[in-house]
């Protein structure tokens, strides 16, 4: 299985959202990072058949999905970005109906049911009226509808929102199992949610493919130096306009920040290891990659 995305645009009007984006995906995980605005969505609908790119191409198995996106959407597992429920229902209930959307026999659908439900810890929850349900557990049911069909192709967009922290390692850990024979595209502006299951990242910013890397290759090819430095929390203002702070937490002695520069940017600093968040917000911010 192939899907390919061949110099892809999408205007609304005169606001350009995507601008000749190429990518070529094979079975496995790909992280698909950008800030808020980043145009990930916007992708995201498109790989969902939900919209059609302006200009350029995208086809599953040499398939143009803009022609025919039958041939996509019987193999497509998609969860979005603003998921809704029918609040009178319960999940069994409304993950039937989402079953027979997508063609699942009843006898298949209640089996397939009742895995998710026990992967996702929503066994207990099952008989509950959605809405009741806490945001996290609205996710749950989401992610759910998402893989009822054991898709070819799962795109999830910003999908550990809401999810508390358990919560969230158990969701990395289903996609890396499930990714050895299907295509999944992970879209976030969360590092964390992918540097430990993600082979390969993309950066999308300003409507732009800025990278296609492995999480490694980035932190390398970013050539970063990260400083721990403690100052003043009336400095925070003035430190933050001059350098890239990936953290900063408030401290009897001082703020204590991590930051992203070329130089010590105190007397104090302290040289540290960089991580994939350091090269990420580097390269998109304009005091880093993206000036």
Not at 81 to 99: C, I, K, R, S, T
Request: proline share 5%; charged share 20%.
């Amino acid at each position: 299985m192939e899907l390919k995305i061949e110099h892809v645009t999408k205007s609304y009007g005169s606001k350009q959202v995507l601008n000749q984006v190429t990518l070529h995906l094979k079975p496995g995980i790909l992280g698909l990072l950008g800030p808020n605005g980043a145009g990930k969505s916007t992708l995201m609908r498109m790989l969902s058949t939900l919209e059609k790119p302006t200009s350029g191409v995208i086809t599953w198995n040499s398939v143009d999905i803009a022609q025919h996106p039958d041939e996509l959407r019987a193999e497509l597992g998609y969860l979005p970005q603003d998921f809704g429920v029918y609040p009178n229902m319960n999940p069994v209930e409304f993950l039937e109906y989402m079953a027979a959307m997508k063609g699942l026999t009843l006898k298949s659908a209640r089996k397939r049911i009742d895995e998710l439900l026990e992967i996702l810890n929503l066994s207990n929850d099952r008989k509950k009226l959605l809405g009741g349900f806490s945001g996290g557990m609205k996710q749950r049911v989401g992610i759910a509808q998402a893989l009822l069909n054991d898709p070819s192709l799962l795109i999830v967009d910003e999908p550990t929102v809401g999810l508390d922290p358990e919560e969230r390692i158990r969701f990395r850990n289903l996609l890396s199992t499930m990714s050895s024979n299907r295509i999944v595209i992970l879209s976030t502006h969360i590092v964390t949610d992918i540097e430990s299951i993600a082979p390969n990242i993309a950066i999308l910013f300003r409507g732009r493919l800025v990278n296609l890397t492995t999480p490694e290759s980035l932190i390398q090819r970013a050539d970063i130096k990260v400083w721990l430095s403690i100052f003043p929390s009336s400095e925070l203002q003035d430190m933050q306009e001059k350098y890239i702070i990936s953290s900063a937490i408030h401290r009897s002695d001082g703020v204590h920040a991590r930051i992203v520069s070329d130089f010590r940017p105190s007397q104090n600093a302290v040289l540290l290891p960089s991580t994939l968040e350091d090269a990420y917000l580097y390269a998109v911010s304009p005091l880093g990659g993206a000036s």
